[in-house]
Nanobody, 123 residues
Framework: VQLQASGGGLVQAGGSLRLSCVAS????????MGWFRQAPGKEREFVAA????????YYADFVKGRFTISRDSAKNTVYLQMNSLKPEDTAVYYC?????????????????WGQGTQVTVSS
């Protein structure tokens, strides 16, 4: 699976962005998909994930109510809608894919990673 993330940019606090991650290669609909982020000097952390079926969704506490993950299997794409952005959301955002993640928030479980897209939120 090859992953291509896009949609990052510079936005003011309170604004919105929608990230996209297009998958190519093996059956996208069979993979659990996740978004992670990494700020300078910090570990890569879990943001959100969606099971292959689309019926189970998970969020980190710090994005609940602000971010929404979704997937469109017809387009082989997973999205991360980010609203009410804060300066502390500034990071490189990565999409990732895993076949049957046991602990879906554990980045070590993910086998495939996109190249990352920069999100910068100004105050």
């Amino acid at each position: 699976v090859q992953l291509q993330a896009s949609g990052g940019g510079l936005v003011q606090a309170g604004g919105s962005l929608r990230l996209s991650c297009v998958a190519s290669g093996r059956a996208f609909s069979s993979y659990d998909m996740g978004w992670f982020r990494q700020a300078p000097g910090k570990e890569r952390e879990f943001v959100a994930a969606i099971r292959w079926s689309g019926y189970r969704i998970y969020y980190a506490d710090f994005v609940k109510g602000r971010f929404t993950i979704s997937r469109d299997s017809a387009k082989n794409t997973v999205y991360l809608q980010m609203n009410s952005l804060k300066p502390e959301d500034t990071a490189v955002y990565y999409c990732a894919a895993d076949y049957g993640a046991t602990i879906i928030g554990n980045r070590a479980e993910y086998d495939y990673w996109g190249q990352g897209t920069q999100v910068t939120v100004s105050s």
